[in-house]
């Protein structure tokens, strides 16, 4: 009897994409979780896990919230359609959360940020998006000394129980 063929890797439920600057680089205040409108073939690339979000940014378009610079890679086994890597994706939010993030875009400096990119437990694809301000350099340094100072503090703590 043949073997079975093994199946390609997909990826049902859980993280495709993670932009870990993201708190690094900005200070984040509020995060949403939202749906997004994608075509076929980004769907299938998306669940085997050929997605950057790192330099993913919100844009409001006619009362609409868009992603923007989301790298989707092209699906490799696609027949005679396709879809463009870096096109601006809708977001699936409700009106009072639109309105929200539009409020806070309108301010100087406020920024909307792709933080991770899912799937739910039903299989959905999901963005969760921050919106937050960007940080200045010693704002930067003040976050990397607090992480080693936990990153110590625990490391000291782990010793004395040993």
Same mark, same amino acid.
């Given at each position: 009897?043949?073997?079975?063929?093994?199946?390609?890797?997909?990826?049902?439920?859980?993280?495709?994409?993670?932009?870990?600057?993201?708190?690094?680089?900005?200070?984040?205040?509020?995060?949403?979780?939202?749906?997004?409108?994608?075509?076929?073939?980004?769907?299938?690339?998306?669940?085997?896990?050929?997605?950057?979000?790192?330099?993913?940014?919100?844009?409001?378009?006619?009362?609409?919230?868009?992603?923007?610079?989301?790298?989707?890679?092209?699906?490799?086994? /696609?027949? !005679?359609?396709?879809? *463009?890597?870096?096109?601006? %994706?809708?977001?699936?939010?409700? #009106?009072?959360? +639109?309105? $929200?993030?539009?409020?806070?875009?309108?301010?100087?400096?406020?920024?909307?940020?792709?933080?991770?990119?899912?799937?739910?437990?039903?299989?959905?694809?999901?963005?969760?998006?921050?919106?937050?301000?960007?940080? /200045?350099? !010693?704002?930067?340094? *003040?976050?990397?000394?607090? %992480?080693?100072?936990?990153?110590? #503090?625990?490391? +000291?703590? $782990?010793?004395?129980?040993?």
């Amino acid at each position: 009897m043949a073997k079975k063929a093994k199946k390609a890797f997909f990826i049902t439920t859980g993280q495709v994409a993670q932009n870990r600057r993201a708190n690094f680089d900005y200070e984040i205040s509020e995060k949403f979780v939202a749906g997004l409108e994608l075509k076929g073939t980004e769907v299938k690339s998306l669940r085997l896990g050929h997605a950057n979000i790192n330099d993913a940014y919100g844009v409001e378009k006619n009362g609409e919230i868009y992603i923007s610079n989301m790298y989707i890679a092209e699906y490799s086994n /696609k027949g !005679y359609e396709s879809h *463009e890597e870096k096109r601006d %994706r809708k977001l699936l939010l409700n #009106k009072k959360e +639109i309105k $929200n993030i539009m409020g806070e875009l309108s301010k100087k400096g406020a920024t909307l940020v792709a933080m991770s990119l899912f799937f739910n437990d039903k299989g959905l694809a999901k963005l969760e998006v921050g919106l937050g301000r960007g940080k /200045k350099l !010693y704002d930067k340094r *003040e976050t990397e000394k607090e %992480r080693n100072w936990q990153r110590d #503090k625990q490391r +000291i703590l $782990n010793n004395a129980n040993h």
